[in-house]
């Protein structure tokens, strides 16, 4: 698990840091003091958790640049659905923020050891239990995020200025993602490969592969898939297997 604490006050960041590798040896830390800094290590790493204190400059009451961070988050499709739990010393803040961006939680500042842990322990056993028993991917369209289940893809085709992405009870279109692009959001999931330039396809559907005419038929789905010539090998060692 991956947890970034954006917290501009260096003893607070310290103590959080060293308190959440006390939890768990399956936690790796990321710390920033600024916004800047945050937002690199959230495009470099994919965070599991963000801590995140409201307030970022002690001298203006009004700050809320942890909050517009997480506003930022919530508008890339990768964070969409991440946990955050902010930390402030204003809890009129609370309120404002679980409004704006679906926070998981917030932390009071003096924060208590207890109240950290009970947290992320939580968390911690979720993304456990996730890992192991469902994967999902998070797509836009319409300007709104769908957390889709990757056992229900049964393949994802090329469509004009994006994807098609065909599930076993319905199809979704999703404007200006391509199948480069798709196939980084299923980079962890073996099972799904590209057989076509134009294709993507869950191994789990496949029911057979005609390898002279280069066609996969798949569970549930009228029209065959065409293989690619330069995709041809690459499927029959994976059907194979």
């Known amino acids: 698990m991956k947890v970034l604490i954006l917290e ?3 003893e607070s960041l310290r103590a959080l840091a060293e308190l959440l590798k006390q939890i768990s040896g399956e936690i790796e830390v990321f710390t920033a003091s600024s916004v800047d800094k945050a937002m690199v290590f959230s495009e470099e790493e994919t965070i599991d958790l963000f801590l995140l204190d409201i307030n970022l400059n002690i001298r203006d009451d009004d700050d809320t ?21 902010f930390i402030t010393s204003f809890p009129a803040f609370e309120l404002n923020s679980y409004r704006q961006t679906g926070c998981y ?13 009970k947290i992320v322990r939580k968390l911690l056993n979720s993304e456990n239990t996730q890992e192991t028993e469902e994967k999902f991917i998070t797509v836009k ?16 085709s090329a469509i004009s200025r994006g994807v098609c992405i065909n599930m076993r009870k319905e199809s979704m279109d999703i404007k200006y993602l391509t199948i480069k692009e798709s196939l980084e959001l299923l980079k962890d999931s073996p099972e799904f490969v590209q057989c076509h330039r134009n294709a993507i396809v869950n191994l789990h559907y496949v029911e057979s592969f005609d390898a002279v ?17 330069t995709y041809k090998q690459a499927i029959k060692d994976v059907i194979r297997t």
């Open 213 to 229: 005419n280069r066609m996969l038929t798949l569970t549930g789905v009228r029209d065959v898939i065409e293989v690619g010539v």
């Open 141 to 156: 369209k319409d300007g709104i995020n769908y957390r889709l289940k990757q056992a229900d893809i049964v393949y994802i």
């Open 65 to 85: 640049a942890g909050l517009d961070f997480a506003k930022t988050l919530r508008e890339r499709t990768e964070y969409a659905f991440t946990p955050i739990v």
């Open 8 to 10: 501009d006050n260096k």
């Open 105 to 117: 939680s917030y932390i009071t500042k003096p924060f208590r050891r207890s109240e950290v842990e």
